[in-house]
């Protein structure tokens, strides 16, 4: 049996990892098409170096461009090298553009595609990770859901049954086997302590194209962080994503962002923002991963859009939903500032790597 594991993005390089621990361990035949969606030293290759991952057999070089340009010249490269290798299956993760080109690439020359995070809906059609999910949903042969929520996504749209298994999300088991890492490594511990002078901290994360790139909702979500920062006195650090990075500095203001509490500094490695994340007061985002590891890390999390595809952490109560409406994120930071971090994690055990793997091996051979 042989496997193509096809990744391209920082969230999918994290994700992938536990899948990528298990194949190494056992006797298969596989390697990694990385489509390079993600390029820069600290979206890409920083997370195979911590992550201890093997090289990818494939760079495919396609970097940033256009949907069409970008999915389209995934898609032309991604299928020679599936021509050349001939896999059993291709295992994509989540909702990129990397995702759809793999999927779409390996279903059209008849070869079985797993789709790990299966079955997430925003519902928001204007996403074009909602697009990515859907369709790739609809042309996978094994799909795995995190959770029974997202199975029954899965059942609404008609897809059977028998296709899906319900394994838990992989961000657990990253989450739980790296945060062990983090906490016993010198380095990040005083990465930690240079960061913050050892003050309490909120975290922020921005990159979602609906907020970053729309002049108006940017400014918003900058004027309610800044006066959060007035308002609790604290420093927010900001890992900032090279998509937001442009956008601020397109729209003049990466400069007014500067002078006041938030601590803008590049993306980090996986373990520093693990460290961050576990001691943050509170976590302030848009990201889809970091609203799984705030769940799972019982830091409580303000997501700064309108929908989300994880409906499991606002009913556990550690996420709650504000949009770029200036007083509903800071009444959002006090209440959940407030809460008790008693919610259970519904995204799993932190064994869906293996079985995932488990799973495949008994499906394929
Ligand atoms: C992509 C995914 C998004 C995911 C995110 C994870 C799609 C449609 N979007 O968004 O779902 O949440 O990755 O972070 O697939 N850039 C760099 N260096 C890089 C990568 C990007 O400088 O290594 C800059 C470029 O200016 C590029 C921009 O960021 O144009 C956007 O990159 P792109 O991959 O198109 O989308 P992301 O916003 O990263
Ligand atoms: N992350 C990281 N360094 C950073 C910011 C995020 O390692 O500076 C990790 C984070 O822990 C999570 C993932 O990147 O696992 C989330 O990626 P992102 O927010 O880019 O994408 P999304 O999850 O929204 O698709």
Redesign the pocket.
Same mark, same amino acid.
Do not use: V
């Given at each position: 049996m042989k496997i193509s594991v096809i990744l391209g =993005? &920082? !969230?999918e390089i994290i994700k992938l990892s536990p899948i990528i621990r298990k194949l190494e361990k056992i006797n298969v035949d596989w390697h990694i098409i990385h489509t390079n *969606?993600?390029?820069?030293e600290n979206?890409?290759r920083i997370f195979f170096e911590e992550l201890n991952l093997p090289k990818p057999k494939y760079n495919l070089n396609i970097g #940033?461009g256009t949907?069409g340009e *970008?999915t389209g010249k995934m898609m032309i490269e991604i299928e020679k090298v599936i021509l050349k290798e001939n896999p059993d299956v291709v295992i994509v993760q989540g909702? =990129? @553009? =990397?995702v759809l080109s793999g999927s779409l690439v390996a279903s059209k020359l008849k070869i079985k595609v797993a789709h790990v995070e299966a079955g997430l809906r925003s519902y928001d059609k204007t996403m !074009?990770?909602e697009i @990515?999910r859907v369709l790739t949903d609809h042309i996978s042969d094994y799909l795995f859901a995190p959770t029974e929520e997202a199975k029954n996504n899965l059942l609404k749209e008609g897809i059977e049954n028998n296709k899906i298994f319900v394994v838990g999300n992989t961000i657990v088991d990253a989450t739980l086997q790296n945060l062990e890492l983090a906490e016993k490594n010198e380095y990040i511990n005083q990465f930690l302590k240079n960061i913050t002078n050892g003050e309490g901290y909120f975290l922020l994360t921005l990159?979602r194209?609906e907020n970053v790139d729309n002049k108006e909702r940017l400014k918003n979500i900058i004027n309610a962080i800044t006066k959060i920062t007035e308002i609790y006195d604290k420093d927010i650090i900001f890992p900032i994503? !090279? &998509?937001t990075k442009?956008r601020l500095k397109e729209f003049n203001l990466f400069e007014k962002l500067k002078n006041n509490k938030i601590k803008i500094i590049e993306p980090v490695g996986y373990l520093e923002f693990l460290i961050l994340e576990k001691n943050a007061e509170l976590i302030l985002t848009d #990201?889809?991963g970091i609203q799984e590891e705030s769940c799972i890390l019982k830091v409580p999390c303000v997501t700064l859009r309108y929908n989300t595809e994880r409906p499991e952490t606002l009913k556990v109560g550690s996420n709650i939903l504000v949009g770029d409406d200036k007083n509903k994120i800071i009444n959002a930071v006090e209440l959940m500032l407030n809460k008790k971090r008693t919610w259970e994690n519904p995204f799993g055990d932190g064994k869906s790597g293996e079985r995932i793997v488990g799973i495949l091996i008994k499906n394929l051979f």
């Open positions: =993005t &920082r !969230p *969606q993600h390029y820069s979206m890409d #940033s949907h *970008q909702d =990129t @553009n =990397t !074009p990770e @990515n990159h194209a994503h !090279p &998509r442009k #990201s889809g």
